[in-house]
């Protein structure tokens, strides 16, 4: 089992910055590939950004390459979220998610965070 908690969320105004955390705790955190997804109301889930065990590999959705980075500490235990540039189709609510595949595809996953919400202002 791996427990992971998000942080670091909240109301911004289009244009700002937001870095999400997530903390990680149980089995060894440098075992899990971990990703970033995101839902909005209404809308499906939606891959955002996952990052490989070592941190030598990254994937992002098309809609935020550019502006956000993922990353990792693994002595901290402790993946990131860095969202640069916001836009209000920004908002949703964010999870950190961790498994045993590099993938875009949520079912890849399998422990899972409880969400912090961003909200972007116009």
């Known amino acids: 089992q791996v427990q992971l908690v998000e942080s670091g969320g909240g109301l911004v105004q289009a244009g700002a910055s937001l870095r999400l955390s997530c903390a990680a705790s149980?089995?060894?955190?440098?075992?899990?590939?971990m990703g970033w997804f995101r839902q909005a109301p209404g809308k499906d889930r939606e891959f955002v950004a996952a990052?490989?065990?070592?941190?030598?590999?990254?994937a992002y959705a098309d809609s935020v390459k550019g502006r956000f980075t993922i990353s990792r500490d693994n002595a901290k235990n402790t993946a990131y979220l860095q969202m640069n540039s916001l836009k209000p189709e920004d908002t949703a609510v964010y999870s950190c998610?961790?498994?045993?595949?590099?993938?875009?595809?949520?079912?890849?996953?399998?422990?899972w965070g409880q969400g912090t919400q961003v909200t972007v202002a116009s």
């Open positions: 990052i490989t065990r070592t941190g030598g590999g990254t």
């Open positions: 998610a961790a498994g045993p595949e590099f993938s875009i595809n949520f079912h890849h996953y399998n422990y």
């Open positions: 149980g089995r060894t955190f440098s075992s899990f590939h």
